[in-house]
């Protein structure tokens, strides 16, 4: 699953067991929680405050806003910006 563009109301993507990919507006200011039961969950350099772990992130893009929230079963997670 690909996701791309600035959230302006809450997202929520989940899966089973495909790959989720987000590429956020550079402008985008959001609230991550993001978890893989089984896979990775990366997020883009500097992008992010907060510390992430190998299978969950969850901190502030951008000083923080509207809830993206992203699971997946077995696939990996990615979040970065253009």
Known sequence: IMISGTPRAPWS???GSASIQIVLGRDASATLDA???TGSVQIAKD?????????RAVGSING???P?????????IT???R
């Open 13 to 15: 993507v989940s899966t």
């Open 79 to 81: 979040v970065g910006s």
């Open 64 to 66: 923080g806003g509207v």
């Open 68 to 76: 993206l929230r992203v699971f997946s079963k077995s696939g990996a």
């Open 35 to 37: 978890t893989s039961a």
């Open 47 to 55: 992008l992010m405050e907060g510390l992430p772990q190998p299978r």
